[in-house]
């Protein structure tokens, strides 16, 4: 079974703010950086957000920044990504992942080891 879960994707009108969690349940990455990718029907994988193994570096795709939001509660193994003023173009399957790297920079899909099986997330205009 997957070791990290994601929760929180839902339907949502064009404009409102969504919050999806990712729980890392078994603490395996708690030294690991932790990204946010979505993939959209038709498209490749696309580099959301990341951040750094003790939740202070953080790093954002063009289309999440200044609306996103990305952190990370280390106690309870969990990180977040708070959503704001959505658009039917963030319509995707949402998946977090975690890279070995502990810096928070790593952008590209190869740099992550382990992936959750994604929520569904569906803006209406």
């Known amino acids: 079974q997957a070791l990290l879960l994601e929760s929180g994707g839902g339907k949502v009108q064009a404009g409102d703010s969504l919050t999806l969690s990712c729980t890392d349940s078994r603490g395996t990455f708690n030294s690991y950086s932790i990204g946010w990718f979505r993939q959209a029907p038709g498209k490749e994988r696309e580099f959301v957000a990341t951040v750094s193994w003790r939740g202070i570096d953080t790093s954002y795709g063009d289309s999440a920044k200044g609306r996103f939001t990305i952190s990370r509660d280390r106690a309870n193994h969990t990180t977040y990504l708070q959503m704001n003023s959505l658009k039917s173009e963030d319509t995707a399957v949402y998946y977090c992942?975690?890279?070995?790297?502990?810096?928070?920079?790593?952008?590209?899909?190869?740099?992550?080891?382990?992936w959750g099986q994604g929520t569904q997330v569906t803006v209406s205009s």
């Open positions: 992942a975690a890279s070995y790297y502990s810096d928070g920079i790593r952008v590209s899909a190869e740099d992550y080891v382990a």
